[in-house]
């Protein structure tokens, strides 16, 4: 058997086509294919806007700026995701405060961060990231209602969940950063998420005033504006006579440069075409593995079955599940650790975090295990992995 990764990209004859189109075009970046992605991957989430970026840090960076995350400011996330999720914050001077995670779910826990906005003064806390966790999408609502308590924003980091819904109150399902209860929210392109574009990211967003400042950070903080009308520096200055000359843009506030190229956007708008043939046949190999390790009792926990689940990755809870995963490399299968959690990384525990902190999270650590989970693992492959899994335990 070859070797089988967790996870892997799926690059089509059609996207070979797209990107040496793009190639060819006059804009190898700046041009229209960044504008087409964009609206094409708002209308898939739902989103009024989306912005796209050179990464999904990037795009946690400028929604950090974008919420004026500052030194001094206090902000809540999960320790269980990539530590981008929270050194976002620490860009920007911030300071994180990990909430455990509900066990059964492996998402930020609702009560857990409650109890913290209820033990602090109000305006100890600024904001909220929440992270759709291995596919599963944070039930924003509830969320919503707490952040509007507390005068909270929310940052959804969705990197794990394009197609991914939670189900409303109402019965509605609610895309994951579809803008209708988080200020921002952010996607990877890496290659192992859904849409790969060998780096790319995007922050999708209602709010027009925030879209159009984004797009300014992610150039420099550059304006470019045809009516002269924002320009804060005379026309005698830029050079002209009764107007602005073309030439002329102004940087108004410090950016970055966080683009992405017409070549990675010509991808992930091939790709975003086969996002939903993708996500059927994740809820598939997600079904396949929970209905087979449903039986078993070595298994303490995992992802399960759940509506609205994208299934980036397919995670079972286990006992001595080092020696699990390195049965399964001795076969060519390469599982993977998501995550360490991010509050015992050496760079957080020097602002005081320890062991004991986060029992949830620090429990689940030592027994997760994510197993192969992508569009193109074939029966056969998953078949031999769940036969390599119950070996182990025989
Ligand atoms: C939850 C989460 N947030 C943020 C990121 C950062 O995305 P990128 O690798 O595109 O910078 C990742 C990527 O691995 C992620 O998994």
């Keep these: 058997m070859k070797a089988i990764p967790y996870g892997r990209q799926h690059i089509t004859q059609e996207d070979e086509k797209a990107v040496i189109e793009a190639l060819h075009h006059p804009y190898l970046t700046q041009g229209p294919k960044i504008d087409e992605f964009e609206e094409g991957f708002a209308k898939y989430i739902g989103s009024k806007y989306a912005v796209a970026v050179a990464n999904g840090t990037a795009a946690l960076h400028l929604c950090a700026i974008a919420m004026n995350v500052e030194k001094g400011q206090k902000i809540i996330t999960t320790p269980i995701t990539f530590a981008a999720s929270a050194n976002c914050v620490r860009y920007c001077g911030g300071e994180l405060v990990f909430a455990d995670i509900d066990p059964k779910t492996y998402?930020?826990?609702?009560?857990?961060?409650?109890?913290?906005?209820?033990?602090?003064?109000?305006?100890?806390?600024?904001?909220?990231?929440?992270?759709?966790?291995?596919?599963?999408?944070?039930?924003?609502?509830?969320?919503?209602?707490?952040?509007?308590?507390?005068?909270?924003?929310?940052?959804?980091?969705?990197?794990?969940?394009?197609?991914?819904?939670?189900?409303?109150?109402?019965?509605?399902?609610?895309?994951?950063?579809?803008?209708?209860?988080?200020?921002?929210?952010?996607?990877?392109?890496?290659?192992?998420?859904?849409?790969?574009?060998?780096?790319?990211?995007?922050?999708?967003?209602?709010?027009?005033?925030?879209?159009?400042?984004?797009?300014?950070?992610?150039?420099?903080?550059?304006?470019?504006?045809?009516?002269?009308?924002?320009?804060?520096?005379?026309i005698e200055f830029a050079g002209g006579k009764g107007e602005y000359p073309l030439w002329y843009m102004e940087m108004q506030e410090l950016g970055y440069n966080y683009r992405i190229t017409d070549i990675q956007c010509a991808l992930g708008l091939s790709q975003l075409k086969r996002a939903d043939e993708g996500l059927i046949k994740r809820r598939q190999i997600a079904e396949k593995y929970f209905n087979t390790f449903e039986k078993e009792n070595f298994i303490k926990g995992q992802s399960g079955v759940v509506e609205g689940h994208a299934y980036h990755l397919y995670i079972i809870e286990v006992e001595d599940r080092l020696g699990l995963y390195n049965h399964l490399r001795q076969h060519n299968i390469y599982a993977q650790i998501h995550y360490i959690p991010c509050h015992l990384m050496p760079y957080y525990r020097q602002f005081g975090w320890k062991e004991g902190d986060m029992p949830n999270a620090e429990n689940y650590y030592k027994h997760c295990i994510s197993l192969p989970m992508y569009p193109t693992l074939t029966e056969e492959e998953q078949d031999f992995v769940i036969e390599k899994v119950k070996q182990y335990y025989e």
């Excluded at 602090?120 to 999408?137: H, M």
């Excluded at 609610?174 to 990211?201: M, R, T, W, Y």
């Design 107 to 234: 998402l930020i826990d609702y009560n857990s961060v409650r109890k913290l906005l209820e033990e602090a003064p109000k305006g100890t806390y600024s904001g909220i990231i929440a992270v759709d966790f291995a596919g599963r999408a944070v039930d924003l609502e509830k969320f919503r209602k707490l952040a509007d308590k507390y005068d909270l924003w929310i940052i959804e980091d969705a990197c794990h969940a394009p197609g991914g819904y939670f189900v409303d109150n109402e019965g509605n399902k609610q895309n994951c950063g579809n803008g209708n209860f988080a200020d921002l929210a952010i996607f990877s392109f890496h290659p192992v998420k859904h849409i790969a574009c060998g780096e790319g990211g995007m922050i999708t967003i209602d709010n027009k005033d925030l879209y159009e400042r984004l797009l300014h950070l992610r150039t420099h903080g550059i304006i470019k504006d045809n009516t002269g009308e924002t320009y804060q520096n005379s």
